[in-house]
């Protein structure tokens, strides 16, 4: 069974850092890697996606790398902002049987940006 | 709106009522998910839906819930005989096309809380 670990599960920053968020899964048969923010009483807003074939996908400050074959991916976020601060969650989706749309989510980082 | 849209923002019931969740997808969406969002834990996955084909209900807790989409549109969660551990809130995401590739576009979430 798949599971997905974050770490850490809480990170608080001064602003103009940069910063490191860790995601983890435990089977590499992945099809597809995403990041997402989750703003307090809010929905997820996708940040970025990466294919299995690929290994990183960069959006202005943020960049998500994958390894596939050790199970692992971060989100660097360059010059951190208080706009950062959310809940920063990782999603991957299995590139086996069962359901197609089947999201396995970690538990997410809590990123605040101090000003 | 261009979003997915959900309603209720915010359900309070009684144990053992019925309740039903409403999510408007991104139109032309031909994937729909539902997620539940226990606090401080990641989405977990209830149900597919591909049109109106609900291709995958091995999410859902238990047979209290239960999730239609008759048009291949907009789709209900509807939770009989509510539990306090129903309390949680309820993501609706589409995408279009295929599931597999494409990131998902989530809502702003129903809160349910069962009293």
């Known amino acids: 069974k798949q599971e997905v670990t974050q770490i850490p599960a809480a990170l608080s920053v001064p602003e103009g850092e940069n910063l490191v968020l860790n995601c983890s899964f435990t089977?590499?048969?992945?099809?597809?890697l995403q990041w997402f923010r989750q703003d307090p009483g809010k929905g997820l807003t996708s940040l970025l996606l990466?294919?299995?074939?690929?290994r990183e996908q960069t959006s202005g400050r943020l960049n998500a790398s994958l390894d596939k074959s050790s199970g692992r991916s971060t989100l660097y976020i360059a010059a951190s902002q208080p706009g950062d601060s959310a809940t920063y969650l990782c999603?991957?989706?299995?590139?086996?049987?069962?359901?197609?749309?089947?999201?396995?989510f970690g538990k997410g980082t809590k990123l605040s940006v101090k000003p | 709106g261009a979003g997915v849209s959900q309603s209720p923002r915010y359900k309070v019931a009684k144990r053992g009522q019925d309740v039903a969740l409403r999510c408007d997808p991104i139109?032309?969406?031909?994937?729909l998910f539902w997620y539940q969002q226990a606090l401080g834990q990641g989405p977990e996955f209830l149900t597919y839906?591909?049109?109106?084909?609900?291709?995958?209900k091995s999410g859902l807790p238990s047979d209290r819930f239960f999730a239609e989409r008759p048009e291949g549109s907009v789709s209900t969660l509807k939770i009989q005989r509510t539990q306090q551990e129903d309390s949680a809130v309820y993501l609706c995401?589409?995408?279009?096309?295929?599931?597999?590739?494409?990131?998902?576009?989530f809502g702003n979430g129903t809160r349910l809380t069962v009293t």
């Open positions: 139109s032309g969406h031909v994937s």
């Open positions: 995401a589409s995408s279009p096309g295929q599931a597999e590739g494409s990131p998902l576009h």
């Open positions: 089977d590499s048969a992945i099809y597809n």
């Open positions: 839906f591909q049109n109106e084909a609900q291709l995958d």
């Open positions: 990466i294919q299995s074939s690929q």
């Open positions: 999603a991957v989706r299995n590139n086996y049987g069962g359901s197609q749309g089947n999201l396995i």
